[in-house]
């Protein structure tokens, strides 16, 4: 058995802004990862056998961002608001379900 049950990645990366490719923090990528950090925690989510919420560098998934990925599972969301991050941790996290809000397959690469 793994050490946690589900990892999330937030996408995290932070280009110049001279560059043209946008990245997910210029979006707000950080903020939505602080956010679910503290509702797992407040959910009791956190820890041991349960959820883990990291940062990650760059997920090439730049166009689509903020994203974030949860394995084991392999799926990626988009998440712009605390309301999106709310979907996410009660549809996924608690209930075991995807979301299909804002779901991007796996597979779906960037236009």
């Known amino acids: 058995m793994s050490y946690y049950q589900r990892h999330v990645f937030f996408c995290c990366n932070q280009r110049d802004p001279a560059e043209q490719r946008p990245c997910c923090n210029g979006k707000g990528a ?18 041991e056998g ?17 994203t974030l990925v949860i394995y084991p599972e392999g799926v990626w969301y988009r998440a712009s608001t605390t309301a999106d ?27």
């Open 85 to 111: 991050i709310d979907e996410i941790l009660e549809t996924h996290l608690k209930r075991g379900e995807r979301g299909d809000s804002d779901e991007q397959d796996a597979e779906q690469q960037p236009a």
């Open 30 to 47: 950080s903020e939505m990862r602080d956010y679910a950090k503290q509702r797992v925690k407040e959910l009791g989510m956190a820890g």
């Open 50 to 66: 349960k959820v883990r919420v990291n940062q990650a560098g760059c997920l090439d998934r730049c166009e689509l961002g903020p």
